[in-house]
Structures are given as C-alpha cells and as structure tokens.
C-alpha cells in the first residue's frame, strides 16, 4: 500500500499566500524535518500555521508581519494547512495538547511550547490586537 499525500488546495492559489510571509522573512517549511531543525531552535521560533480562510488573510497573515518587526522576533517560520501536509501534521504535534486549529500561531523555545495563539484568538480580532499578543510573549518569553 502506497501511501498519498492529498492536496486540498491547488498551488495557484496557495502560493501568492506562502508569498506574503515569505515576502516578511518567515521560512516556508515544507517537511517534518524542516519543521523538527526549526523547533529545535534555542533562541525561540515563531511557526505560523497559514490557511486560506479570510481570517488568515485579514487577520493572521497582517498580524504575523506586523509581529515580525519587533525588536525581539524570534525565527520566523510558516507551514501551509490543506498544502504542506506533511510539515503540518508535525508542528501540530509539537503544539499540543491544543488542538488542530488554522491558522494559528505557536512560539517555542528550546523547543518546548511557551505561547498559543488559536484560530478562535484570531478570528474577529484585528491585526493589530493579535500583534500586539505576539510582542507581548516575545518580551515575556525571548
């Protein structure tokens, strides 16, 4: 038996949205070890779980770029739910015991989760609250 990994989304549609976090330095990670090497990261790492939905557009996307800018922004990484399966699955499993939510927001340190930042956190948030949630964990925790 061979196993197959589905695409939920076309890349056509996928890629502009990779694009914008790349475009403000996050690292587009498409593997379970890419995602293993960047959690691992001692100074801390943000990995922000990108979706299509249009809370990610206007709200999660705008806010982790704005997050980005702070003086104490740690790595910066991103994974693709619906594309990048395979790195998905593997962040998801270093953010639990929240569940499987996109987009989301995680920050590590020592590999080890310190700050969450849930679907349910962004959604009807502006960019600018959830921004701020980001720079606040990053003074309290980098």
Known sequence: MVNKII???????VLPMKKELVDAGFEDLTTSEEVDSAIATKD?????INSVCGCAA???RPA???AS????APKLVTVFAGFDKEAVE?????MLPYPPSSPSMA????GKLIHMVERHNIEG??????ADNLKGAFEEYL
């Open 7 to 13: 695409i939920m989304y076309p890349a056509e549609i």
């Open 44 to 48: 801390g790492v943000l990995v922000v």
């Open 58 to 60: 206007g709200n999660a």
């Open 64 to 66: 982790a770029k704005i």
């Open 69 to 72: 800018e702070h003086p104490k």
């Open 90 to 94: 593997q962040a998801r499993k270093y």
């Open 107 to 110: 920050l590590f340190k020592d």
């Open 125 to 130: 948030c502006p960019a600018t609250m959830i």
